[in-house]
T-cell receptor, first 113, second 112 residues
Framework: GQQLNQSPQSMFIQEGEDVSMNCTSS?????WLWYKQDPGEGPVLLIA?????ELTSNGRLTAQFGITRKDSFLNISASIPSDVGIYFC?????????????FGKGTKLSVKP | DVKVTQSSRYLVKRTGEKVFLECVQD?????MFWYRQDPGLGLRLIYF???????EKGDIPEGYSVSREKKERFSLILESASTNQTSMYLC???????????FGSGTRLTVV
């Protein structure tokens, strides 16, 4: 099935650092979503983006819907230990089976030893 | 608080057993989904359903079947469990298309 290219695959953070990750697609989407999965839990929705160019914040998290509608990024400012987990991007179009979410493979955030 | 509830957090089954994974949502959502999650492979869609008694194959349906007899319940069935079906299984639901999904906490299945 269709996949999104999410990068980086993994990264290590030190408390207080800013973090960036992004997602690209060969297809356009009407909606971009960002999820976070804590260890041993299911993904939880962080931010939803519905309009090209849209920039949305949720606390220390900021996400943008790319103008081309083929990409999105997520920034985390001043990271804290509880930010560790796997972050998934997801794109969606409306109508028929295209209404299903397409997920990236995730970016795993870990704490620097 | 709206919820998607998966009946078991951890399961250990033997090769060849028939396995049922249950998922219930209390949000009156139309759509329900089953994914499996494996390291490095992300979330892979097994089956989904847009309505009661309706089901459609996802990307990796082989070895699985599903049942949706009631709107709130979507069951995943492993007809004859195999070791390569050891994985984390995630159920999700959504209102009609155009909305994000709400996920359950997952069932970690080990087939020995």
């Amino acid at each position: 099935g269709q996949q999104l290219n999410q990068s980086p695959q993994s990264m290590f953070i030190q408390e207080g650092e800013d973090v960036s990750m992004n997602c690209t697609s060969s297809s356009i989407f009407n909606t971009w979503l960002w999820y976070k999965q804590d260890p041993g839990e299911g993904p939880v929705l962080l931010i939803a983006l519905y309009k090209a160019g849209e920039l949305t914040s949720n606390g220390r998290l900021t996400a943008q819907f790319g103008i081309t509608r083929k990409d999105s990024f997520l920034n985390i400012s001043a990271s804290i230990p509880s930010d560790v987990g796997i972050y998934f991007c997801a794109g969606m179009n409306y109508g028929g089976s295209q209404g299903n979410l397409i997920f990236g493979k995730g970016t795993k955030l870990s704490v620097k030893p | 608080d709206v919820k998607v509830t998966q009946s078991s957090r951890y399961l250990v089954k033997r090769t060849g057993e028939k396995v049922f994974l249950e998922c219930v949502q209390d949000m009156d959502h139309e759509n329900m989904f089953w994914y499996r999650q494996d390291p490095g492979l992300g979330l892979r869609l097994i089956y989904f359903s847009y309505d009661v008694k309706m089901k459609e194959k996802g990307d990796i349906p082989e070895g699985y079947s599903v049942s949706r007899e009631k709107k709130e319940r979507f069951s995943l069935i492993l007809e004859s469990a195999s070791t390569n079906q050891t994985s984390m299984y995630l159920c999700a639901s959504s209102p009609r298309q155009g909305h994000g999904y709400t996920f359950g906490s997952g069932t970690r299945l080990t087939v020995v």
